[in-house]
C-alpha cells in the first residue's frame, strides 16, 4: 500500500548539502550562565571568528525600542565599545549598520520577528561596514532577557561546517543492519515453511501472510503504480500527504508489532492467553499492540518535533522495512532483475529528467519528498540521523543526514532472495546472502563517497542495484548454478517434483 507512495525511491543522501552555512552562534553569558543561540549572518560583512576562544566578548545591550535607522533618541554613551541588539525594520540592513558604527558600537545584532534570512546588501556596502552583523530571533532575545537579566556578555563565532559527519556511519550502519535482518529473517521464515513450523496457536508460520511478486507483467503495474502515486503526490501534495502519514502509522504499527512479537517468539517468551466468551485472547499480543500504536501515535502527534522524534522516525522506519522485506517475496532472479531495473530508470528518471519539465527547474522526487507544502509536513520516508558537527545549523534547525527507505527496501527484497536460495539450496556458509549484503555494503560506501566529491546528494540506487544485482549473477555464475538463481522458486518446485 504505501509502499507505491513510499517513493522507493527518494534517494537525496545528505540533506545538509543544501545548507548555505550562514548560520552562526550567540554566546551570551553572565559570568555564571551561558547559553547558545542561533543566529544569521553574511560572510560578505565582517567574518566571525570560527572557534569560541578566538571569539571576542562584549558587553550587550537592550535596543530592541528602536530600529536604529538614525541615532536620533540613542545615548552614544550606552551603545560605545558594546555589542547592541535593534529591532528588524524600517530601513537596509547596512543603514543600521553604519549608524551603529557611527555610535562607535562593536557588533550589531537585528532580532527578527520573522524568518530569519541572511542579511545581504549591494556589493558596495559590504566594504564601509567593520562590525560583525548578524540577525537573531526576537523570542531568543527575549527568553535571554528573562535567564540574563540586564547584565550579558555576548560572543559571536561561526564554526566550518565539515561535509563529513559521523551521521553517515550511523546510516550506513542502520542501512546494513537494517538489509541483514530483514533478509536473515526471511531466510528463516522460508526454512520454516520448508520444514512446516508451526508458531503460536497452531498456526503454520508457512501462512504467515507473505506475498510474492512472480509475473513481470504484475512488477511492470507495479512500478507503473508507483509513478502514478508520485506524480498525484505532486499535483495533490497538500492532501494526500496527511493520507500517507496515516497510512504510514498503521503500517508501521503493524510492521513494528510482527519485528517485536518475532524477537519475543526467539527469546521464548510465552504468549499467555485468556478467554471472554469462548473467545482466545493472548496476553502479550495485547501488551505488544498496545505499545507499538502508542509509539506509532506518539510519532503521528509530534511528528514535526525535529528535536527528538527521528528516533522514533527511525525505530518505525527500521520496523517497516524489516516487515517489507520478509513479507513480500521475489521469485526468482529473473523478477529481481526486473523490479531493480524498473525501480533504478524510475528513480533516475524522477530525479534527473524531471527537472526539465518543472516550472522550479526541481525534480518531482525532490520537491515530494522534502515536501513543498507551506504547511511544513513532509512524507515519512526517510531515515534520519542529525548531523554532529553542525552545531551553529542545529541550533537554527535540525540538519539531517537521510537515507530514503526505498534505498534499503529495494536492495533488501533481493537480499532476502538471496537468504531464501540459499536454504534452497542448504548453503550452510549462505554465500549468496553475504555477499549480496557485502556489495549493498560497497554500494553505499560509493554512494557516500560520490555524494562527498560532487557535495550534492545522489539517487543511491544508481549504485546499489548494479552492484548487488551484478554481484549475485557472478557469484551464482561462478558456482554453476546460474539456472537454478535466475528460476528461484518455479525451478526449485519442479525440482521436488521429479525427485
Known amino acids: 500500500m504505501d509502499r507505491a507512495v513510499k517513493i522507493v525511491l527518494f534517494s537525496v543522501i545528505f540533506l545538509a548539502s543544501q545548507i548555505n552555512c550562514q548560520e552562526a552562534i550567540l554566546r551570551i553569558s553572565n559570568g555564571n550562565t ?6 544569521v549572518h553574511n560572510h560578505s560583512w565582517t567574518p566571525l571568528s570560527e572557534t569560541l576562544d578566538a571569539a571576542l566578548q562584549y558587553p550587550l545591550v537592550n535596543l530592541t525600542s528602536t530600529v536604529l535607522c538614525n541615532t536620533s533618541g540613542v545615548n552614544p554613551d550606552l551603545v560605545n565599545g558594546k555589542a547592541v541588539v535593534v529591532m528588524r525594520g524600517d530601513c537596509d540592513f547596512s543603514q543600521k549598520a553604519r ?11 537585528i532580532a527578527s520577528n520573522k524568518a530569519l534570512t541572511t542579511p545581504t546588501a549591494n556589493d558596495s556596502e559590504y566594504a564601509k561596514v567593520h562590525i560583525p552583523l ?16 540586564d547584565v550579558m556578555q555576548a560572543k559571536l563565532y561561526a564554526p566550518p561546517n565539515s561535509k563529513i559527519d559521523a551521521s553517515i556511519a550511523v546510516m550506513l550502519l542502520i542501512a546494513i543492519v537494517t538489509i541483514a535482518l530483514g533478509g536473515y529473517w526471511s531466510g528463516t521464515c522460508e526454512r520454516d515453511r520448508l520444514n512446516g513450523v508451526s508458531g503460536g496457536g497452531g ?12 509475473s513481470p507483467l504484475k512488477v511492470v503495474f507495479f512500478v507503473a503504480l508507483m509513478c502514478g502515486m508520485l506524480v498525484l ?17 498503521l503500517a508501521s504499527a503493524s510492521a513494528l508489532f510482527s519485528c517485536f512479537d518475532a524477537v519475543l517468539d526467539l527469546v521464548g517468551c510465552g504468549t499467555g492467553s485468556f478467554s471472554i466468551q469462548s473467545h482466545n485472547f493472548s496476553v502479550r ?3 505488544l499492540a498496545a505499545v507499538c500504536i502508542t509509539i506509532a501515535v506518539v510519532w503521528g502527534v509530534y511528528r514535526n518535533e525535529d528535536r527528538w522524534i527521528w528516533i522514533l522516525q527511525d525505530l518505525l522506519g527500521v520496523a517497516f522495512c524489516l516487515n517489507f522485506m520478509k513479507t513480500i517475496s521475489l521469485s526468482n532472479f529473473k523478477i529481481c532483475v526486473i523490479l531493480l531495473s524498473l525501480l533504478l530508470l524510475y528513480d533516475v528518471f524522477f530525479v534527473f529528467i524531471t527537472p526539465f519539465f518543472t516550472k522550479n527547474g526541481v525534480s518531482i522526487m525532490v520537491q515530494v519528498a522534502l515536501g ?6 513532509k512524507l515519512p520516508v526517510v531515515m534520519r540521523v542529525p548531523r554532529f558537527s553542525a552545531w551553529a545549523q542545529n541550533l537554527c534547525m535540525m540538519q539531517f543526514s537521510i537515507l530514503g527507505y526505498g534505498d534499503i527496501i529495494v536492495p533488501g527484497l533481493l537480499v532476502a532472495y538471496c537468504s531464501r536460495f540459499d536454504v534452497w539450496i542448504n548453503s550452510r556458509r549462505k554465500v549468496y546472502f553475504v555477499s549480496c549484503c557485502i556489495a549493498y555494503f560497497l554500494g553505499m560506501i560509493l554512494t557516500f563517497a560520490v555524494m562527498l566529491l560532487s557535495g550534492m546528494g ?3 540506487l544508481l549504485y546499489l542495484v548494479p552492484f548487488t544485482l551484478i554481484t549475485c549473477a557472478v557469484v551464482a555464475a561462478c558456482r554453476g548454478e546460474m539456472r537454478q538463481f535466475w528460476a528461484g522458486t518455479t525451478y526449485e518446485r519442479e525440482e521436488l517434483t521429479t525427485a
Open 34 to 39: 551561558e547559553r547558545d543561540y542561533c543566529i
Open 99 to 109: 549608524v551603529a558604527q557611527s555610535l562607535n558600537a562593536t557588533a550589531l545584532l
Open 134 to 149: 548578524a540577525l537573531m530571533r526576537y523570542r531568543d532575545f527575549l527568553e535571554a532577557q528573562q535567564m540574563f537579566g
Open 203 to 214: 498456526e503454520s508460520k508457512a501462512d504467515s501472510g507473505e506475498l510474492f511478486l512472480y
Open 233 to 249: 503526490m505532486y499535483f495533490f501534495y497538500s492532501v494526500l500527504v496527511y493520507v500517507i502519514i496515516v497510512i504510514f502509522c
Open 285 to 287: 499480543s495485547i501488551i
Open 372 to 377: 513543498p507544502d507551506a504547511s511544513g509536513e
Open 458 to 460: 545522489q539517487p543511491a
